[in-house]
């Protein structure tokens, strides 16, 4: 079989790439508004950019259901404020995570609403979660329109991690973390890990 994309529509498309590019990692992006609004939000389309300088990137869609043809809080927060963190999702927040993944208006905090804890970043405005092992204080470098989406590129300033999820020599515990992942509509628990015979 083959798909030719000028052929399909766009959630067709958007339905065979999110269930071949798996399993992807989840940036729960902490952001805050001009207002001074918290906003919390996860994007599976995410990676490292760049090793030298430490870069990171998210690629944010438009706004979707009762919001669709807006500008999603996260991107809009983002362009204001030049400023961003990313937190980690271990399994066991998967639910809050959800939680914070819901169609809520642009004036509600997702810390409330996730029953989360925000903390202090040392070097950017937006709050970190204090439940994720893992945060990333970024900075924005740079936003690339995308066909109907946007990428953010964020240079990472500050990086935490709990120190139980540390190994010695810079390494994480994942078997420790169970980083949660996106499958097409679902959600992947990375957890058994295996090296390839020689």
């Known amino acids: 079989m083959k798909f030719d994309p000028q052929q399909l529509a766009v959630k067709e498309m958007y339905k065979l790439l999110s269930g071949s590019v798996v399993p992807r990692p989840i940036a ?13 939000s996860p994007f599976s389309f995410f990676t490292v950019a760049s090793r030298e300088p430490a870069m990171l990137c998210i690629s944010i869609g438009p706004g979707v259901g009762e919001r669709e043809g ?11 404020q030049k400023e961003f963190v990313i937190n980690i999702v271990p399994t066991f927040l998967g639910n809050a995570m959800q939680k914070s993944a819901e169609n809520l208006p642009s004036h509600i905090d997702e810390f409330e609403a996730a029953n989360l804890t925000p903390i202090d970043s040392e070097k950017v405005t937006p709050k970190r979660v ?3 092992p893992i945060q990333m204080e970024c900075q924005l470098h740079q936003i690339i329109e995308l066909g109907t989406d946007h990428l953010i590129i964020g240079k990472l ?42």
């Open 157 to 198: 300033v500050l990086y935490h991690i709990h120190e139980d999820y540390y190994i010695e020599n810079h390494k994480v515990n994942l078997e420790k973390l169970r980083p949660l992942g996106r499958l097409a509509g679902n959600y992947s628990e990375n957890h058994d890990f295996f090296t390839l015979p020689k």
């Open 70 to 80: 807006t500008v999603k809080d996260t991107l809009a927060n983002i362009r204001d």
């Open 28 to 40: 729960w992006v902490s952001s805050i508004s001009k207002e001074g609004v918290q906003n919390l």
């Open 130 to 132: 204090k439940e994720s």
